[in-house]
């Protein structure tokens, strides 16, 4: 079973491009976390949310509790962009549920 | 800017050896947790610790694995013995509230 489930699985922007990429969620949870993960392996948390939209820069990240979605969005995309986005989930618990991550390859 | 530690960065080791994982957690942070990911899978969850003992652990976190905070900066992660299946980079991260999540960079586990 998958408790979060992410699309799309690949991505290939052009540079400059709007990007997005979807998160939903079977669980009941406490907060959600958008991180991203480069090649070498290493974890960045972006955003927790648990509701409403939260930006950072280029980022935006936006969660709707009642459609248990959620969506991150890259303005102006970068090469330096590309990498792994990870939604995760704490759960009503001590407990995160992750999805299986969406590869970004921005190309210049 | 303070950072979630861990030791070794790569640890090659003979199926049904025993092997431990360490973190130096954020100082000052409460909650503690292991995750391991499977080359080319998505993290899993194994293991939350908070107020000196396990808060949750997942189906994965069998009586092969412990943790510990011997010392109260260290974290530690123990697998009894080793199995080929247990080969997978193992994070742990630390947190000042129960949702926040502060990632190491991970050890790469190989069992031979």
């Known amino acids: 079973k998958n408790e979060v489930e992410q699309s799309p699985q690949n991505l290939t922007a052009q540079e400059g491009e709007f990007i997005t990429i979807n998160c939903s969620y079977s669980?009941?949870?406490?907060?959600l976390h958008w991180l991203q993960q480069h090649p070498g392996g290493g974890i960045v948390s972006l955003f927790m949310?648990?509701?409403g939209k939260k930006k950072h820069g280029r980022l935006i990240a936006t969660i709707n509790i009642q459609e248990k979605h959620s969506s991150l969005h890259i303005t102006a995309s970068h090469p330096r962009d590309s990498a792994v986005y990870i939604c995760?989930?704490?759960?009503?618990?001590?407990?995160?549920?992750f999805g299986t991550g969406t590869s970004l390859t921005v190309i210049p | 800017e303070p950072e979630v530690t861990q030791t070794p960065s790569h640890q090659v080791t003979q199926m049904g050896q025993e092997v431990i994982l360490r973190c130096v957690p954020i100082?000052?942070?409460?909650?503690f947790y292991w995750y391991r990911q499977i080359l080319g899978q998505k993290v899993e969850f194994l293991v939350s610790?908070?107020?000196?003992?396990?808060?949750?652990k997942s189906e994965i976190f069998d009586d092969q694995f412990s943790v510990e905070r011997p010392d109260g900066s260290n974290f530690t992660l123990k697998i009894r013995s080793t199995k080929l299946e247990d080969s997978a980079m193992y994070f742990c991260?630390?947190?000042?509230?129960?949702?926040?999540?502060?990632f190491g960079p991970g050890t790469r586990l190989t069992v031979l």
């Open positions: 610790f908070y107020n000196n003992e396990i808060s949750e």
């Open positions: 991260a630390s947190s000042p509230t129960r949702n926040e999540q502060f």
């Open positions: 995760a989930v704490s759960g009503t618990g001590n407990q995160f549920y």
């Open positions: 669980v009941g949870i406490s907060a």
């Open positions: 100082s000052n942070h409460l909650y």
């Open positions: 949310l648990s509701s």
